[in-house]
Structures are given as C-alpha cells and as structure tokens.
T-cell receptor, first 118, second 110 residues
Framework: GAVVSQHPSWVICKSGTSVKIECRSL??????MFWYRQFPKQSLMLMAT?????????EQGVEKDKFLINHASLTLSTLTVTSAHPEDSSFYIC??????????????FGPGTRLTVL | SQQGEEDPQALSIQEGENATMNCSYK?????LQWYRQNSGRGLVHLIL?????REKHSGRLRVTLDTSKKSSSLLITASRAADTASYFC??????????FGAGTILRVKS
C-alpha cells in the first residue's frame, strides 16, 4: 500500500511551452502533497506545499506564477511549469501525506519526473 | 537555508566492507530519516529515528542520532553492489516539511 505515482516519468519540451506533471496517491487520500526539485548530483529542494482545496504555499525563491500547483482532489496534485526554459530542466519529485498522517514520518514519495527543456 | 550537510560527499568501497555516512543539521528536530536514491529514480525510505532515540537497527542498517551534536550516522554493514546509490538524510521542519541533506554518493565495487 501507500503508492504514489507521477506522470509523465519523463518529458522533453521546447522552450516557452508549458508542461503539466501529475502526482497521484493510488491507494490513500492525501490532504497534503509536497513538490521537490532536484538538479543533477544535488539534493532535493522543497518547492511548495500543496493542500487540497486551498492555495499552495511556496518556499522562498520559488515563483508561484511560474510553477502553478493545483490540488483539486484528495488523490491528485498537479504542477505546471509555465513558459519553461532550459534552466527549468530538472528532476521533479512529489510526496504525499495520508489523510490521517501526523508528522513527516508518513510521507510517501513518487518516482519523479525528468523534465528536459530544449 | 536549513539544509543539512552530509559527509563524505562520495564514498567508494569494496563489496563486503562497511559504509558509514554522516549527516549534520542545524535546528532542533522531532525525527530524522534516511533515504536511498538510485540514479535517476525516486526515493526509497530506509529508516526513521526519533529525537528521543539514540540508535536504531533495520537489517544491515544502523542509524545513530546525537541531538546534542545535531548529527546522525548511517552504517551499512557487509555492503553489496546493489547498495550503490545516493543516500540522503532528512529532518522535519514546521508544517511537516522535510529538509534534505546534500547527500552521499556510495559506490560499492564488486
């Protein structure tokens, strides 16, 4: 149990286009999902916290108008990279916290999405 | 940034040897977790140790936590080639957020 999926697993797009990445909790409901970005050979950096039914909260330095987050249901959060540029090329990973999860010890991570912007 | 540091940044050992990785953090925590990431893949949760615990074991993994020094170590005993991966520690932050360390790249040579 506690499986989180991401779609697509990899995507290549042209500069200036928008890309949507989905994060789904397959067998549990998640009120909170987190989005991370990981550049090659670096660690994961938290971008934003996605809460079902409310606006996402973004970490300092992350542009909310560039990285649009929607958490429309208890099993789905989407991250849209708008007007993507080559510097947005990265590995994007989501995690989901179950409805009855307390603290961080019950976050489950997706397999990640590799975005390459040409 | 509250991101912690890990050392060594890279570690190369022979199969069968033990691997020790260290993690330091900056603020008080409720728990600390260790994750493994194979190249280009997602995270695999290895072990969680709470702030009131000093040592924890899981199979070939041994984790220690020293809250006075704000540090933790991960020991992998009798390493295998399949243990080759990046290892990250993560501490909790307000709002159930995780702060990841810089990571250690482990290479186990067969």
């Amino acid at each position: 149990g506690a499986v989180v999926s991401q779609h697509p697993s990899w995507v290549i797009c042209k500069s200036g286009t928008s890309v949507k990445i989905e994060c789904r909790s397959l067998d549990f409901q998640a009120t909170t999902m987190f989005w991370y970005r990981q550049f090659p050979k670096q660690s994961l950096m938290l971008m934003a916290t996605s809460n079902e039914g409310s606006k996402a909260t973004y970490e300092q330095g992350v542009e909310k108008d560039k990285f649009l987050i929607n958490h429309a249901s208890l099993t789905l959060s989407t991250l849209t990279v708008t007007s993507a540029h080559p510097e947005d090329s990265s590995f994007y990973i989501c995690s989901a916290q179950p409805l009855n999860g307390r603290g961080t010890d019950t976050q489950y991570f997706g397999p990640g999405t590799r975005l390459t912007v040409l | 940034s509250q991101q912690g540091e890990e050392d060594p940044q890279a570690l190369s050992i022979q199969e069968g040897e033990n691997a020790t990785m260290n993690c330091s953090y900056k603020t008080s925590i409720n728990n600390l977790q260790w994750y493994r990431q194979n190249s280009g893949r997602g995270l695999v949760h290895l072990i969680l140790i709470r702030s009131n615990e000093r040592e924890k074991h899981s199979g070939r993994l041994r984790v220690t936590l020293d809250t006075s020094k704000k540090s933790s170590s991960l020991l992998i005993t009798a390493s295998r080639a399949a243990d080759t991966a990046s290892y990250f520690c993560a501490t909790d932050k307000a709002g159930n957020k995780l702060v990841f360390g810089a990571g250690t790249i482990l290479r186990v040579k067969s």
